[in-house]
């Protein structure tokens, strides 16, 4: 800083223009007339100095800062306005320093101020950052521990179910077998009946009269349905069965494309009009898994797809693909169906939650997938809008 | 760095210290003492009741052999705490300091802040404080209750700066010191200015232009 209050100052510093024209006239008029005050540099401030003239210099501190300048005054003369001038100047030195100073020394207050501004600001932005990331750190822990619990919750329901399930199927398969049996064998009885139709006299009168023809006939239609009820009730032991994975059957190594093709076979014996299928399955590298799981689970996601399409009543698409990354491999299987309502997403994955009438379902397609999923150490998630349809996302971890 | 041009060369030099340790003291007797080739009033800016508010001021000159004039400005800061702002922008462009300590048992605190303040402000203002030219003087060493020298020589003995015991009053020390600090100076800028080869000045030419006694 060359402006600083311990400058050397010039003379046209100390003093400005109109107070040379205060003092030029003043001395001039005291010395006689011939007046000129220049400063070291040999500039001019008052007066026109002449090169024969006497002159007295300046000195504030050790060199001379301007002269003095008369042709006519007595030298003793000329040194009485030198010693006046100087003690103006010596005021006005005075009293530029301590100003400059003065505003030095506020500046520098004023730095020290804004530095100490600036570290309290500091410290108050890192106190809130600090609150602020504690604040979002016990939100987030909390959520952990609720979604734990949840998680917990929803383990031992599902635990429960399954022996319930398993339970259940084991006790229902028993007397099934001896129903289906009985109904096997009492097919075989009332065409035994039947014999009695060809029958003469007494017997082939009473037989008009009781219309045995009919009950003949409806008798075999009865037992067709209840043969048809029974395997139904089968069929649902099954898929019990199959979620509460009582029937454990041994890993092996597969293409997960495969079994995509074979569940896509099954449900396409009984594929409504106006479905399509359409594949984009990449090469995949063969997982140990269960295969038999893996069937079921693929099957359970067509079948709801197939039926999500059947729902909406109109033409639809099941689209299908597959691809694989270092990590792991990601199965969508995508439907232009009816789609599902935020709060049907919410239950989704609930054992026995269904939207079909009774007799439609029994609610266990995907909570029986998440369970295979969840065996294979993979993630199934569903992101669906009603009336534009539901993608189903499946992700298996590959072992590195 | 001292400012320079092709016939002036100009160090300033400041009085640091405590308050009332002697620094206007310091600066009143080296202008009675010294009768160099060029020498100032003491120009005293302001004070109340005797203390400095803003600062005090001692040129002194002489000419190298080469023609080139040595300046010095010898500065006091006001040592009262209160004038950190002012003290600061006193210390700034500094070429060398002299603390001024009180010797008096009493003042050991204020001498170890004023010290601390010494250090922290060299920084503010941009000076190297570790090869800053500086002299430590303790001050008052005829008070009755005035730290023996022997204590204060063994409690500075790992500092690299020269140590002087005064009388400010008296004059005894003055003198010592400002040589001190002008050995000091010349070693430090003396190469980079080449008082020596340019200028024909050597160290104690250079001391003895300064430190000129009155007769």
């Given amino acids: 800083m060359t402006l600083g209050f311990d400058r050397e100052w010039q003379l046209g510093e100390l003093l400005d223009t109109s107070s040379h024209e205060k003092i030029g006239p003043a001395l001039s008029e005291l010395l006689g007339g011939d007046f000129a005050i220049t400063d070291d540099a040999g500039k001019t401030f008052w007066g026109q100095p002449s090169p024969d003239a006497r002159r007295e210099a300046l000195i504030l501190e050790l060199e001379p800062i301007g002269y003095l300048l008369s042709r006519s005054a007595p030298a003793s003369a000329l040194m009485a306005a030198r010693n006046l001038m100087l003690v103006l100047l010596r005021a006005q030195i005075r009293f530029k320093m301590a100003s400059t100073l003065h505003l030095e020394s506020v500046a520098e207050d004023f730095e020290s101020l804004k530095r100490e501004h600036a570290r309290l600001s500091e410290s108050e932005t890192r106190y809130k950052t600090l609150s602020t990331e504690l604040d979002a750190r016990v939100k987030k822990q909390v959520g952990e521990l609720e979604e734990r619990q949840q998680m917990l919750y929803e383990a031992e329901k599902l635990a429960s179910v399954g022996q319930l399930a398993a339970g259940m199927a084991h006790e229902i398969n028993n007397p099934l077998g001896f129903v289906r049996s009985n109904l096997s064998t009492f097919e075989k009885y009332v065409g035994k009946f039947a014999e009695m139709k060809n029958a003469q006299g007494a017997a082939a009168a009473s037989w008009q009269a009781l219309d045995l023809d009919f009950i003949l006939e409806d008798s075999i239609d009865l037992l067709h349905d209840s043969a048809k009820g029974m395997e139904r009730i089968a069929r649902i032991v099954a898929d019990l069965k199959a979620f509460s994975n009582v029937d454990r059957a041994s890993e092996e190594y597969a293409d997960l494309n495969n079994c995509l093709h074979e569940a896509v076979s099954m449900v396409q014996t009984q594929l409504p009009a106006g479905i399509n299928f359409r594949f984009d399955l990449l090469p995949l590298p063969s997982i140990v898994c269960l295969p038999g799981h893996i069937n079921q689970l693929f099957f359970n996601v067509i079948r709801n797809a197939i039926l999500a399409i059947k729902d909406a009543g109109r033409p639809g698409e099941v689209k299908i693909s597959s691809e694989a990354d270092d990590e792991g491999i990601l199965v969508r299987i995508h439907d232009t169906g009816v789609g599902m309502t935020k709060e049907q997403l919410e239950h989704a994955f609930e054992p026995f939650y269904t939207t079909r009438p009774v007799g439609g379902g029994v609610g266990l397609g995907l909570a029986t997938a998440r369970n295979v999923i969840q065996a294979h150490s993979g993630r199934i998630s569903l992101d669906s809008q009603p009336d534009v349809g539901t993608t189903v996302t499946m992700y298996f971890p590959t072992p590195s | ?215």
Wanted: contains cysteine; charged residues 25%.
């Fill in chain 2, 1 to 215: 760095m001292p400012e320079s041009d092709a016939r002036h060369l100009t160090f300033k030099l400041v009085y640091y210290g405590p308050a009332q340790s002697g620094k206007t003291t310091n600066l009143l007797r080296l202008h009675d003492l010294l009768a160099p080739e060029l020498k100032g009033e003491v120009m005293t800016m302001e004070t109340k009741d005797d203390r400095t508010l803003f600062f005090d001021l001692l040129p002194l000159g002489f000419r190298a052999p080469s023609g080139l004039l040595i300046k010095f400005r010898l500065f006091t800061v006001p040592g009262q705490v209160a004038h950190d702002g002012t003290r600061k922008a006193v210390l700034s462009r500094a070429d060398g300091v002299v603390f001024v300590a009180d010797a008096d048992r009493a003042q050991e605190t204020n001498n170890g802040e004023s010290f601390q303040s010494l250090a922290a402000n060299c920084a503010r203002v941009g000076l190297d404080f570790d090869h800053l030219p500086l002299v430590v003087q303790f001050n008052k060493c005829d008070l009755p209750n005035a730290v023996p020298e022997a204590e204060i020589r063994d409690r500075w003995s790992a500092a690299p700066w020269p140590l002087v015991f005064a009388v400010a009053l008296t004059g005894q020390g003055i003198e010592l010191t400002f040589e001190h600090l002008l050995r000091t100076v010349y070693r430090n800028f003396g190469q980079k200015l080449e008082l020596q080869a340019k200028h024909g000045l050597s160290e104690d030419a250079f001391v003895a232009g300064a430190l000129r006694k009155a007769a």
